[in-house]
């Protein structure tokens, strides 16, 4: 290709790197001070376009082509007085959660956002006027450059200076970096934490919202912009290192210009083969983050990470079923066999049940992991569309009878968490969760663009259980290999196995010198969860008749963890609880509103609020409150037996 | 033949030379304290004793096998325990748990997937737990233990493979005067009844004096002096780059004795 | 209360505090006047820390009168506390490691003070602190991280200092660091006394607490079991010997 093209290409990287570095420096900035994983921060950048939209449309209504520019900074100072709302209402009530609880949280607020803004906006896509002076062009080596790209340019520098001077330079930018590293000292020393809290999660906002703005000649504002920008900005944070603003600039840069040299080269001709790499721009961040976690498992300018002080409490030690469980777990598992003998009455209960079935199984997985392992995965959902596409794959390209099939598509799971759990359990921490969302990534890119095997976009169809499995006998099977499941799991917790892997969690040191291999107990639990995660994908497919590459995107791993979380990750019966809430919840709303995301963040919210251990720990904690009470009765007991 | 030789141990952090070139042996039954001023070089060299950290230069070898190289987990299997300077156990397992855990490493059973933990060494946990004094508190989780009884727990984890060689670093940090002498004399108990040598690092000098049979002083990563009590409270440089007057630790001589 | 001829500067009535579900303090009560070097002894696990601790408000549940300069705290939160004027080293040092020496000074800063009677109280700058610390002096751009153990308990107290505290909780400046320092650490504490500072510290190391300070309390599982001069103490056996095991 030519040499002009090509560098036109890496201009257009170079700008492409500035509005990236915007919404990750944001992210950095309030990761590094309040410890909190951000979901929201793509909201904040969506929102900074459409604001950036509407102010500039009324003020240049007004005050001509100068309103464009007025408006370009009124939007981001707009969308960093909503950060600070957003962190005086809701996030400090929350710092005191779990780290994953808080994540929980600001997910809730992506839903409450994103159905905000399609009440204020609406659904179409809104394209914003050119920028009055930049709207033309330069001619480069013959070839035509947008001027407002110039512009893109110098901006993400220029921020990268001028924050890096707030930091360095003043003493407001020390106490942020001592907050980052202990903020109970830095209340004892006689700083007010709340408002740098507040302050940082304001400047971390405005950030994303410029980000956006910026993009307003170039981006039409659309819904999608939320998930799509988060998952740029967590990539571009990860590579650089957690926390660095130097690495955050140069992960974006890295990531815009190999991007860009991908569109540029388009396509190659090797061994006699043609390979597209114009394909790879859908995945080459994750595969850029997948290189860079594996060789430097701290990005490219990050450090190790302290452990955070304000650690959550210990989790209290496992205790066998007693024998209320025992009776209830009986009591649920026969109520759901009687499910299809209710057709008449009830005749969608049974669709549901196979559906929270199947979320059960899936979230008892990503538990097993997340609660006794303490590996929190990102990219659940890899190992269960494994499971799903390797049955549909087995049974359609590879012709095998349906039993075979089903029984062998766990094991194509199993065999993805092998490859890949050799790599994520050397990370741990946010490392760890974006390693495995980088493979999950990869994973679905290449399900999406392998027409030929998987069927591209549209998936596979078609694929049902054998005629003697039909939908009734189909279900029994689901109930019976699901709840032998659970039990499997709770059996192999309560294992020496199971202890290996919760006494790795609690103190890795301790293990190793005690003689236990901490990365060989990890990996052997990765694979462990991902056939079980396989499990789930295969009942799934057969239950639907299809597959389509939607349960391998990231949403379907978001929705492993709120099941997860809801339901409360340190106890067994949590992931149980989260699923069933979860789906039913889901399910119900979404066929009563439009907005159902709305109402869905709103609730999740909520119980965020009143339930911070989750809805099995509120139980639990409601347990031990009568227990307490009736720990008081019985000293009367024996007296009146006496008497 | 000595139980440990460590012949011209290095450890060096970018250019700086945390550890440089030392010598030491350490014979059965002998209660060995490494002392010094802080950033001395005695954790890194614990450190790499443990195979937290791998030396730069020089050997180590246990009974005539060389841990330089090995992993921690490795060097555990050859016979060696250790405690750390902040005790670490597992906080959500019972105290009997923990030691179980170790047990069951001990015996390579970690893979095991089917039978509970429960019934698994039950008595010899038991038995580990009662030489160091913890049986009595064998359900409660680690959590809510005190700080002194956290480290006795780990006493019973890093005794759970039979070492030949147990490593304390600063096992008395943190607690009080009493705790400290019944901890050591314990500690010495044990290396005679099961024949190990034990490699401690304490900063509180009446803890040495009183129970140490040797001791080493370290200094800028160097070894300075190696002696008995005696020699050591009275070797010139030691007192100037570590003990100080002694004001801190010992009564001053003209006050009658109780 | 302010008709007593000098009122003390920190007063504690009946304190109690809990961690998590323990009650570690059971009222407490305890005063330290200006100028006064004020020692909280007893067994590890006695409540010694948590009564700092508490003092400073960053415990989560704790009762109890506190008053500072004549003024009741104990609603008030931690950086409420310090602006006021109280100053907590705590005994894990706690320094910022990514910050450099002069950074970690500048976390601790605040106005100058004046004692309410209008005189000037003790205030310090970071050249006053380097001539009193030399060693932090020459080490000013280093990073916290990159010091001995030593220097860093140095660093903890001039960073405290920077604050201007009417009175210095002190948490445990003997525990874990060698007797050369502990000796040093004694004779800064010794300084600053002589200076005019009020120190309330927390510590096990009998023959420390009695060469730097004028009085103690004596603490045994969260209550207060002696109180006295230091000559007191140091003539009364039974309660050296039933709480502080020499």
Redesign the interface.
Known sequence: MEFSALLAQLLNGLAEASSLFLVAAGLSLIFGVTRIVNFAHGSFYMLGLYVAYSTVEYLVGRLGPAGFWVGLVVAPVAVGAFGALVEIVLLRRIYKAPELFQLLGTFALVLVINDATLYLWGPEELLGRRAPGLAGSISLLGRQFPTYNLFLMVIGPLVLGLVWLLLARTRWGVLVRAATEDRQMLGALGVNQAWLFTAVFALGALLAGLGGAVQLPREPANLALDLRSIGDAFVVVVVGGMGSLPGAYLAALLIAEIKALCVGIGSVHVLGLDFSLSKLTLVVEFLVMAVVLVVRPWGLLGKPQAGSRNSAPAEAPLRPAGNGLRWVALVVFVALAALPLLQTWLPYASVLAQDVLVSVLFAVSLHFIMGPGGLHSFGHAAYFGLGAYGAGILLKVLTLPMPLAFTFAPLVAGLGALLFGWFCVRLSGVYLAMLTLAFSQIVWSVVFQWEAVTGGSNGLTGVWPAAWLGDTAYYYLTLVLVAASVLLVRRIVFSPFGYALRAARDSALRADAIGIDVMRVRWAAFVVAGLFAGLAGALFVFSKGGVSPDVMAVGKSVDGLVMVLLGGIQQLVGPLLGASVFSVLQDSIMRATDYWRAVFGGVILLLVLVFPHGIAGFFQGLGNAWARLAARKPALLPREKRA | MSLLQVRDLSKAFGGVRAVDGIHFDLHEGELLAMI????AGKSTTFNMV?G?LRASGGSIQLQGRELVGA???QI??LGV??T?QIA???????VL?NT???L???HK??????????D?YREQALALLEQVGMAAHAER???EL???DVKRV?LA??L??DPRLLLMD?PT???????RNELMALTKRLVVERRMAVLFTE?S?DVVFAHADRMLVLARGRLIAEGDAHSIRNHPQVQQ???????????PPQEPQ? | MNALPTPALLEVNGLDAWYGAAQILFGVNLNVRRGEVVALMGRNGAGKSTTLKALMGMLDRHRGQVRFLGQDVSQQVPFQRARLGLGFVPEDRRVFTHLSVAENLEVGRQPERRWPDGSAALNWTPPALYELFPNLGAMQGRPGGQMSGGEQQMLTVARTLMGNPFLILLDEPSEGVAPVIVEQMAQMILQLKARGASILLSEQNVHFAEWVSDRAYVLEKGQIRFEGSMAELAADEAVRRAYLTL
């Open positions: 010094g001023p802080n950033g443990g937290q992993k921690p987990r555990c299997h325990g250790r750390f670490a156990t597992f906080a959500s397992l019972t748990e179980q855990m170790a069951l490493s001990h059973r970690l893979y095991h997937w089917w039978r509970p933990v429960r698994q989780p680690c959590s005190a700080y002194g780990e984890m890093a759970a493979n600063e940090a943190g607690m009080g005067p009493q705790e900063h000098m780059v570590y003990f100080g007057s002694g004001k801190t630790f010992e009564r109780p």
